[in-house]
């Protein structure tokens, strides 16, 4: 686990996790799993692509956990 990408859920964080949030912890996904801090050129569209498609999976999960003790489930802020 990359100890950068922090949880975006209840207890962890207080209240939902905004979308510089999410987009910030796929950022950190893409760039451990592609071994990139910032791609070269000729890779930056599919790295990109790679942020945006970690972004909204991430999105979707949180839209649709259900934490429990939580009054309503989590969402993002959007």
Same mark, same amino acid.
């Given at each position: 686990?990359?100890?950068?990408?922090?949880?975006? *859920?209840?207890?962890?964080?207080? =209240?939902?996790? +905004?979308?510089? =949030?999410? @987009?910030?912890?796929?950022?950190?996904? &893409? *760039?451990?799993?592609?071994?990139?801090?910032?791609? %070269?050129?000729?890779?930056?569209?599919?790295?990109?692509?790679? &942020?945006?498609?970690?972004?909204?999976?991430?999105?979707?999960?949180?839209?649709?956990?259900?934490?429990?003790? %939580?009054? +309503?489930? +989590?969402? &993002?802020? @959007?």
């Amino acid at each position: 686990m990359c100890r950068s990408i922090k949880t975006l *859920r209840p207890p962890a964080l207080s =209240e939902e996790a +905004t979308e510089d =949030e999410i @987009r910030a912890a796929a950022l950190q996904y &893409v *760039r451990k799993v592609s071994g990139f801090r910032a791609p %070269a050129a000729h890779n930056r569209e599919v790295f990109d692509r790679a &942020v945006d498609a970690v972004a909204e999976a991430t999105a979707d999960l949180l839209d649709g956990l259900e934490v429990r003790g %939580a009054r +309503t489930s +989590t969402s &993002v802020a @959007r």
